[in-house]
């Protein structure tokens, strides 16, 4: 395994990231190291991470592909995936960076359109204790600062929800995924803005309409903004199948729906409910109630 994580190659990607972290030193003050973390222990029923087990991707080539495809570093700018985040125990889904693997497997093995977008356009996934104001995860793109955070929120959940599912991990991987075509300062249009209604109304966390993805890597064709992304791959993952536990998939379907009535100031009336999934009394797995 660990010949797979120290693999080191001078890619331009790398030349970019050693450019990147000179503007920082020379602009803005670049980002200090936060503090130590500690990690809860999940509730892996709950979450998902038992019925999905690590040994479906525990292997070099697959963790290659997931820490290469995804652009991630043992070191750099943020608080992980080094040392207790998961990096000397890659394949430990209580730990930050096997729950983020888990993540990517279950993208890949279910919703695979989704899986090739996010690790076309994610360009280094990192790891931090917070983030400012609680956010899940947050993206940068702009010339040579490229990256996405994952916040402790991410992978254990926050507040009164002491869970973050990895189907919701999977939405907010191909979400932070679509930010990439933000731009700088948001001129690529596809960032948030203010709510108009709902939950966080007057906060700048919504999208301005709701429009099914393509998953293309073209930019902006499909007029699906972060929160379209979520709710799809929600909704995917709602449907994918009765070989998957219900309560999970309902729960998924809970989520795409609360998205769309709190996260859009416009929702198409054809699109505006995610269908009930039929019932299926045959094959809940008992670890998911
Ligand atoms: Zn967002």
Same mark, same amino acid.
């Given at each position: 395994m660990n010949t797979v994580l120290n693999t080191q190659s001078l890619s331009l990607k790398s030349i970019f990231r050693i450019l990147a972290f000179l503007a920082a030193a020379c602009g803005a003050a670049a980002r200090a190291d936060g503090p130590a973390c500690t990690f809860p222990t999940p509730d892996d029923s709950a979450s998902g991470d038992r019925f999905y087990p690590a040994g479906r991707w525990c292997n070099d080539a697959l963790v290659g592909e997931f820490w290469n495809g995804f652009g991630m570093s043992s070191g750099g700018e943020s608080d992980g995936w080094s040392g207790a985040w998961g990096y000397d125990d890659p394949c430990n889904v209580d730990l930050p960076l096997g729950r983020t693997f888990n993540t990517m497997s279950l993208l890949r093995d279910k919703i695979p359109a989704a899986y090739s977008f996010a690790a076309a356009k994610i360009d280094d996934l990192?790891?931090? =204790?917070? #983030? *400012?104001?609680?956010?899940?995860?947050?993206t940068a793109n702009c010339? @040579?600062?490229?990256?996405? &955070?994952? %916040?402790?929120? $991410? @992978?254990?959940? %926050?507040?009164?929800?002491?869970?973050? *599912?990895?189907? !919701?991990?999977? +939405?907010?991987?191909?979400?932070? !995924?679509?930010?990439?075509?933000?731009? =700088?300062?948001?001129? +690529?249009?596809?960032?948030?803005?203010? =709510?108009?209604a709902g939950d966080f109304a007057g906060r700048e966390v919504c999208d301005p309409v709701f429009a099914r993805p393509t998953f293309s890597t073209s930019n902006e064709v499909d007029g699906a903004r972060p929160y379209s992304y979520s709710v799809e791959v929600l909704t995917r993952y709602a449907f994918v199948g009765r070989s998957e536990? #219900? !309560?999970? #998939?309902?729960?998924? #379907?809970?989520?795409? &729906?609360?998205?769309?009535?709190?996260? $859009?100031?416009?929702?198409?009336? !054809?699109?505006?409910?995610?269908?009930?999934?039929?019932?299926?009394?045959?094959?809940?797995?008992?670890?998911?109630n």
């Open positions: 990192d790891a931090v =204790c917070t #983030r *400012p104001n609680g956010a899940i995860a947050t010339f @040579f600062t490229n990256w996405t &955070q994952l %916040s402790m929120e $991410f @992978f254990y959940g %926050s507040g009164t929800n002491l869970n973050y *599912p990895i189907w !919701a991990r999977a +939405g907010t991987l191909a979400h932070e !995924a679509r930010h990439y075509d933000d731009g =700088c300062w948001g001129i +690529g249009y596809t960032g948030h803005v203010t =709510c108009n536990p #219900r !309560a999970y #998939r309902e729960n998924a #379907r809970y989520r795409a &729906q609360y998205a769309l009535d709190n996260r $859009f100031n416009y929702v198409p009336p !054809a699109l505006a409910t995610v269908p009930p999934i039929p019932l299926d009394l045959h094959t809940v797995d008992p670890t998911a």
